[in-house]
């Protein structure tokens, strides 16, 4: 279960697209898993597989915290436990339950966790500990596999090429001067900067989040301004890029659609390129060739097969 993907707490949606009358399913990592709120409006989660035949239970409905399935009506609470059988009211329910998982809202948003015994919690993001920001999302699945999609958000030397006439604009003059990259490891994942000509150069900082987000920093003078990237693996080679911008100013709900529009401009720009890079996942860096402005990405892809990739399986299987 969550191969490859597993024991990792992940950021799957804002919580305010998880609602009480309504079943929120998405797919991450090979398994499908159902949101929803329970009767006392606390975010829950289950795999999207009912125990009976395994159909989607988020084609079902949710009243009251309780899930129904939709081949033959079995309820499941927000712990996955059995609460009706028709039919069979002799049933043990104690054997017919669900799996659940472990899930957390927090700053506006719904961290799920990929394994059953977590002995850590996430990583609180500093720009959302303050209440007066925005946070606006929208998500595009690309034929590639994440790990190529995670590397594309933390590399700067492609912007002036990939985004010529938007984001890359501004360092277009510089191509043939060195750049420098550095890589400052953090508890959240890393901090990512760059000089050109031993300067500071252009604006926008980028950090790492451990173990597949990326937030852009922004912040015009006195505003608060940030993109956060993450990168989820549905099935092997597709990923779902969900871009979440949080912003201080221009709150109302009316601006969304025009953040959203540059953000998926600038996507597209990378997406069509990203999506024909072979092999399909990183390999290891020995397999392709680097220059020193690699750094970022080299240093992604050595988390990624010491800590991400087989490397954390979970003791305790999914019990079914
Ligand atoms: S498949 Fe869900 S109740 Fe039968
Ligand atoms: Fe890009």
């Not at 850590?120 to 590639?144: H, K, M, Y």
């Not at 790990?147 to 604009?169: Q, S």
């Not at 490891?185 to 050109?196: C, K, L, M, N, Q």
Request: hydrophobic share 40%; proline share 7%.
């Amino acid at each position: 279960m969550f191969e490859n993907f597993s024991r990792l707490w992940v950021i799957v949606a804002l919580a305010s697209e998880i609602r009480t009358d309504r079943l929120t399913p998405f797919v991450i990592a090979g398994e499908r898993v159902v949101l929803f709120r329970d009767a006392a409006g606390k975010v829950a989660a289950l795999v999207d597989r009912c125990p009976h035949r395994g159909v989607a239970l988020s084609l079902g409905n949710v009243r009251d915290g309780i899930v129904e399935c939709p081949f033959h009506g079995w309820r499941f609470d927000r712990d996955g436990r059995n609460c009706r059988v028709p039919w069979n009211p002799d049933a043990k329910s104690e054997r017919l339950g669900a799996q659940a998982l472990i899930v957390r809202e927090h700053q506006g948003l719904v961290w799920l966790y990929t394994g059953f015994d977590p002995d850590d919690e996430p990583v609180p993001i500093e720009a959302l500990r303050r209440n007066d920001v925005a946070l606006c999302a929208q998500s595009s699945v690309w034929d590639a596999h994440w790990t190529r999609v995670m590397e594309n958000m933390l590399d700067t030397p492609h912007l002036p090429f990939v985004h010529r006439a938007t984001i890359g604009r501004r360092l277009a003059p510089y191509v043939d001067r060195p750049m420098r990259m550095h890589w400052q490891s953090t508890p959240y994942g890393a901090d990512i900067t760059r000089e050109v000509d031993g300067e500071a150069a252009g604006s926008g900082r980028l950090a790492y989040r451990f173990p597949n987000a990326m937030e852009l920093v922004i912040d015009p003078p006195g505003r608060l301004f940030r993109l956060l990237a993450v990168c989820t693996p549905e099935l092997e080679g597709r990923t779902r890029l969900t871009l979440i911008t949080v912003r201080n100013f221009a709150k109302t709900r009316l601006l969304d659609p025009v953040f959203r529009r540059m953000n998926a401009r600038i996507a597209a720009e990378d997406r069509r390129i990203v999506e024909s890079s072979v092999p399909r996942e990183v390999p290891p860096a020995s397999r392709e060739v680097s220059v020193a402005t690699d750094r970022p990405t080299l240093a992604f892809r050595k988390i990624y097969f010491d800590r991400i990739r087989g490397a954390r399986e979970d003791p305790q299987e999914y019990r079914r």
